[in-house]
């Protein structure tokens, strides 16, 4: 059985690049091992994650994602049961926001800004829908 949960956090102060590469490191070898699919999306010190995979790996990743103190406010958006993957690429692939067109963020926010907190989860989907279409996903996994 397959599931997809996407959920947003608020990264500690001491999260910076080289800590975000460690992230995406450790992520993809653990995903890849697991059969987890998905993307992270870092922006304004806000995270953005979909995983996709079955119910038992992403109930795993997601509870000691909850407790990494590398973030916190950790929200579930959304958890669904699905009939397929839609990001099947990516062991966890990383969009950056900086190449995104403002207005696409405009379209599913109330202003350009990454703002997890404040979307509805089908307008979450659509946005990960969006950054896969507009390539803005980096580092296939
Ligand atoms: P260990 O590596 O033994 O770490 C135990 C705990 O120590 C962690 O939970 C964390 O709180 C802390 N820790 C570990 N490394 C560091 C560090 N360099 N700096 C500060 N604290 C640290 N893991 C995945 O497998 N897949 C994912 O998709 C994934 N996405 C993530 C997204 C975000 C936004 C964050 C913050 C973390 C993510 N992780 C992901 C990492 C995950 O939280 C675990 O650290 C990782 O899975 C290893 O788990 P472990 O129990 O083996 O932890």
Redesign the pocket.
């Known amino acids: 059985m397959l599931v997809r949960l996407i959920y947003a ?1 608020r ?1 500690a102060d ?1 999260v910076n690049a080289e ?1 975000l590469t ?2 995406m490191k ?2 993809r070898a ?2 890849a091992a ?1 059969g ?1 699919t ?1 993307v ?1 999306v870092f922006s304004d010190g806000v ?1 953005l ?1 979909l ?1 996709e995979g079955g119910r038992e790996a992403v109930s795993a ?1 997601y509870n ?2 909850s ?5 916190r406010d950790v929200m579930l958006v959304s958890y669904d049961q699905i009939n397929e993957r839609r990001f099947a690429g990516w062991a ?1 692939g990383q969009a950056n926001l900086s190449r995104l067109n403002p207005g696409v963020l405009l379209k599913y926010s109330e202003r350009a800004v990454l703002d997890p907190y404040a979307m509805s989860a089908q307008a979450t989907l659509a946005l990960f829908d969006e950054l896969v279409s507009t390539a803005v996903i980096a580092c296939p996994g």
Do not use: Y
Not at 67 to 71: A, L, Q
């Open positions: 956090s990264a001491s800590s460690h992230i450790v992520s653990n995903n697991r987890l998905g992270l995270f994650q995983l990743v000691r994602i407790n990494d103190e590398r973030h966890m």
